[in-house]
């Protein structure tokens, strides 16, 4: 525990356009993964544009790990199939957090904000903010080694009491 620096609420809002991985449709679902921990959202079936809205929760402990997402599309008779993945580097982010230590920070103050580039799956630019005395940010990520496709989600720092302060 002492490496621990706290948690993040990642909420799992939706796809967008995802590929057909069965006859007409897909059935997905995500597949959150970082380090040893692996989390997944409920199934949405029969829709390419799914709504997920679910909550995951992750651990962060020194050294920052990146967080890999994956699409599958859940089959009954076979293995499921993969419809893409994402990563995202959170550092930026636990970075914009260690600020929140600084008193009066005034609500949707825009802490930093990030472009999408060749090295990272951003598919536009994103902003970490303080709203609500949290650090949150939005994020479109775009699938790679598919056809077509992306995920929105939220980011939301936890502090824990007795964790190593950030």
Do not use: H
Not at 57 to 69: G, H, Q, V
């Amino acid at each position: 525990m002492e490496n621990q620096l706290g948690l993040l609420r990642i909420r799992i809002l939706r796809g967008i356009n995802l590929a057909i991985r069965d006859f007409r449709s897909s059935d997905p679902y995500v597949v959150v993964r970082m380090g040893r921990q692996k989390l997944r959202t409920r199934v949405v079936k029969k829709n390419v544009n799914p709504e997920w809205n679910d909550d995951l929760t992750l651990c962060i402990a020194e050294p920052i790990l990146p967080i890999k997402l994956i699409v599958y599309d859940k089959d009954t008779f076979s293995r499921d199939d993969k419809m893409g993945d994402a990563e995202l580097d959170i550092v930026p982010f636990i970075n914009a957090a260690r600020t929140k230590r600084v008193k009066n920070i005034p609500n949707g103050t825009i802490i930093a904000k990030i472009i999408p580039n060749r090295q990272n799956c951003y598919s536009e630019e994103t902003c970490i903010a303080y709203e609500n005395g949290k650090v949150v940010q939005n994020v479109f990520l775009r699938l790679r080694n598919v056809e077509c496709g992306e995920i929105e989600l939220r980011l939301q720092w936890i502090d824990i009491p007795g964790s190593k302060c950030l």
